[in-house]
């Protein structure tokens, strides 16, 4: 099992102002699939994408990753694990505007330790796998929208991470674009990765292997 | 366009660069700081060379003065008659009577300056002058005879070799120009023999201010010295190391410009301490969401606050070649002034230090900011 939930809690701030965002969620993610979250706006899919990732340690339950139980670890070597198992995407986009798309895709694979040649024909391979090969020295503010969403769905698979988290990654973007990158995170899964996109987004319903649905911090799965 | 490999100085470097206007600014005000700084540690250098000059000049191992002297330019007299004694402790090859006496100069146009007479050995030429540019050192044996440096013909009313004045009443002759050779007191030094000396200042024969001590090549100096003391007492013995330095603790100290110079570069940091401290923070709090993108693909706190450190560490670098630039130019252009800023390896070594830790400084709110970074900020 890459990643799972159990039982997890996550609670905001303390005594009166205490959010309860999320409220015992149990969950696996299989390799290979694509599976959605959405729900209401507040309904705490962030929140739900950030213990998944090991950004945020839950309050209770455990999280699983890789075979480890990690909801207890500390900071930094959260962050070593991130290193090894993770890609994020934001809606956002979120890329460094002073480094090209290659750069920024460079800075990904140095992180998870690459160097040197291998570095370079790696970030370019990633470029080209989601479809920029030709766009590798241009910059984010010479990039179209979708375009900046490629570069970053290309550094979230630097060190080829079998995790990818997705918040909202199309929410920014107009039709044909935004199914484009629906399409492009349904193949990723299809390659055999686990792929959790939290959505709105009708054009994601069509790419979707599952879908789960939060409501106040509670999970109903569906589809 | 530099272009280095993929990682953090790539990154500190493209955030630094990517702002051409926000860098330019950033290593003018470093630049700025750094000619600061340096003017104040080049004036520092100047005054404690200059308080110290008469003793890093004559060739003299260890000095004896009167008990109690504190600084070379202000003496009290000393019977010349321990010079025997001095000759017979095993180990001294020399002990050549000089006179440094403040006293009074009368310009020719009649108005007056006080300068201070410098009286050496012409026999063995200790302690005499330097960097002789006009006239010969010989012409000195001659009566009436002095030498003086070209930095302060103006302040003494003369034009050059020939010109006469009159010191304490008696005739002053120049027979010789030296380039270069300042005083911290701005009362210039006046060469001349030893004789000449107690007569302008009215010493009798009998008198001098210090003896120069010479060492045989294989004297142990420490030994010598304290054998000299023992002879001499109650007349001090210094080595030309700690009365040289004595000399500059004297007059940086006594007059307050060794703590006003410090104090002034003490200014100079704090200005670039806030220059880079504002950018830094500025270009830092621009990226925090492409930072916190950075720490959620599993950068270590660490290499985040490389990137500032790095930034901080090309400002550093790129400012002071800029100002440094600056300084030697001024110290260049200031060679002919009679208080000029001076420049060593190892004051320009202090002043790069200073720089590096000017910037880090400046980089510690930027740090301070990245340190409290919040990964869930990418999700807002
Ligand atoms: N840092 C925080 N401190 C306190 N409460 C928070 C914080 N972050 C989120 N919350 C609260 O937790 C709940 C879940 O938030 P979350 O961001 O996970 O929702 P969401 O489903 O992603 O919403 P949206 O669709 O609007 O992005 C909300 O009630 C929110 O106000
Ligand atoms: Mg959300």
């Known amino acids: ?223 | 366009m530099l272009r280095p490999a993929p990682g953090i100085v790539l990154l500190a470097w493209r955030n630094l660069a990517s702002e051409r206007l926000r860098f330019a600014a950033t290593l003018t005000g470093v630049a700025f700081a750094v000619v600061l700084m340096g003017a104040q540690l080049g004036l520092l250098l100047a005054f404690a060379r200059a308080a110290s000059t008469l003793i890093d000049h004559a060739d003299a191992d260890l000095w004896v003065t009167q008990a109690g002297t504190r600084s070379v330019d202000i003496a009290a007299a000393l019977d010349l008659g321990r010079r025997h004694l001095a000759l017979a402790v095993p180990g001294v090859v020399a002990a050549d009577p000089y006179m440094v006496q403040f006293a009074f100069w009368r310009r020719p146009d009649g108005g007056t300056e006080s300068v201070i007479i410098t009286g050496f050995d012409p026999a063995s030429g200790r302690g005499g002058p330097w960097n002789l540019i006009a006239g010969e050192l010989g012409q000195l044996l001659h009566p009436d005879s002095v030498i003086v440096d070209r930095l302060f013909l103006d302040k003494l009313g003369v034009d050059g070799l020939g010109a006469v004045a009159e010191i304490n009443n008696r005739r002053a002759r120049i027979v010789g120009i030296t380039s270069g050779i300042r005083t911290f007191t701005q009362s210039p030094y006046v060469f001349t023999t030893h004789a000449q000396a107690q007569n302008y200042t009215l010493f009798s024969p009998e008198q001098t201010t210090y003896l120069l001590i010479k060492l045989a090549p294989e004297a142990e100096r420490e030994a010598v010295r304290q054998a000299l003391a023992a002879r001499l007492a109650p007349a001090r013995v210094w080595t030309r190391e700690e009365f040289a330095r004595q000399s500059q603790r004297y007059w940086l100290l006594t007059t307050g410009a060794g703590s006003a110079l410090l104090l002034a570069t003490l200014l100079g940091m704090v200005v670039g301490v806030v220059i880079v401290g504002q950018t830094l923070f500025a270009i830092t709090v621009d990226r925090l969401k492409e930072y916190a993108t950075w720490r959620a693909l599993g950068a270590s706190r660490g290499e985040l606050m490389r990137v500032i450190l790095t930034q901080a560490l090309i400002a550093a670098g790129g400012g002071y070649l800029l100002g440094a630039l600056a300084v030697l130019a001024l110290a260049w252009i200031q060679r002919e002034a009679t208080a000029a800023i001076a420049v060593s390896p190892a004051m320009m070594g202090l002043l790069f230090l200073l720089t590096l830790a000017m910037c880090f400084a400046g980089a510690l709110i930027a740090l301070g900011r990245l340190i409290r970074l919040d990964v869930c900020e990418v999700f807002r």
């Not at chain 1, 705490?44 to 999280?63: D, F, I, N, Q, T």
């Not at chain 1, 995407?89 to 890329?95: A, E, I, N, S």
Request: hydrophobic residues 45%; proline residues 4%; neutral net charge.
């Open chain 1, 1 to 223: 099992m890459s990643l799972a939930l159990r039982e997890v809690s996550l609670v905001y701030g303390s005594g009166e102002t205490a959010v309860r965002a999320l409220d015992g969620v149990s969950l696996a993610f299989h390799p290979g699939e694509l599976t959605l979250l959405v729900g209401p706006s507040g309904s705490g899919k962030s929140s739900l994408l950030m213990v998944a990732g090991c950004l945020l340690r839950p309050s209770a339950g455990e999280v699983e990753v890789l075979g480890e139980r990690v909801q207890r670890w500390e900071q930094e070597a959260l962050a070593r694990l991130r290193r090894r198992a993770f890609g994020f995407v934001f809606q956002h986009y979120h890329l460094f505007p002073a480094l090209s798309a290659w750069e920024n895709v460079a800075m990904a694979l140095w992180l998870k330790g690459l160097r040197g040649e291998k570095l370079y024909r790696e970030a370019l391979a990633l470029l080209e796998q989601v479809g920029l090969g030709d766009r590798a020295r241009h910059r984010p503010d010479e990039l179209s929208g979708g375009q900046k969403q490629r570069v970053a769905v290309a550094r979230a698979l630097a060190g080829n991470a079998p995790i990818l988290l997705a918040d909202e990654p199309t929410a920014a973007l107009d039709g044909a674009t935004g199914h484009g990158i629906a399409e492009l995170l349904a193949r990723l899964a299809h390659q055999g990765r686990v792929v959790l996109v939290v959505t709105h987004d009708p054009r994601m319903l069509d790419v979707a292997d599952r879908i789960l649905r939060l409501e106040d911090g509670r999970l109903k799965e569906s589809g």
